[in-house]
């Protein structure tokens, strides 16, 4: 699946439906300055991880984190409109998939489930994602990104990552 070029979209209709863990691993907040949002969590005494990005900082919360990046940016990347007047929140809940191939598989159980999907499974620059939202317009991403690394119950550590051999 990581083969594909950026933009493919991997069906999860005729896939076999996979249930995730009953984990998350991101909590992903859309802000309108994502340095002021930083300073402010900081400000509370909050460290942020090394393994963020101006784009993208992350809190350690124990297994979980944090994260915060452009509204605008979380709002397109989700394939809303815009961030303002189209139902988008800028509060996505992540799971994180051990596999590329679950992806689509853990789309296609939201929909049995009675969930909408917002972006199918998609060949992005860092691995697959695609979105869904549940009954109420909650919207979770599952994800996967071979830079990610987790502990033996699949808890996110959040201050390291994989990085590609070479």
């Known amino acids: 699946m990581l083969s594909k070029p950026v933009g493919h979209v991997f069906r999860s209709d005729i896939v076999q439906s996979l249930s995730p863990r009953q984990r998350m691993h991101l909590i992903l907040l859309g802000v309108d300055d994502v340095g002021k949002s930083t300073l402010f969590y900081e400000s509370l005494g909050w460290k942020k991880s ?8 992350k809190f350690d919360m124990g297994g979980y984190a944090i994260c915060l990046i452009s509204r605008k940016d979380f709002a397109k990347d989700a394939l809303f409109e815009s961030p303002a007047g189209s139902g988008f929140s800028g ?11 679950e992806v689509p598989r853990i789309l296609a ?47 996110l550590v959040v201050d390291q990552v994989n990085t590609p051999p070479g």
């Open 109 to 155: 159980k939201a929909v049995e489930a009675g969930g909408v999907i917002v972006k199918p499974a998609t060949r992005t620059h860092w691995g697959i994602a695609g979105y869904f939202t549940d009954p109420d317009g909650h919207l979770f991403e599952v994800d996967f990104e071979e830079a990610w690394v987790f502990d033996g119950e699949h808890r």
């Open 91 to 101: 509060v996505g809940l992540i799971y994180l998939a051990q596999s590329a191939d």
């Open 50 to 57: 090394p393994t963020g990005n101006e784009g993208f900082v």
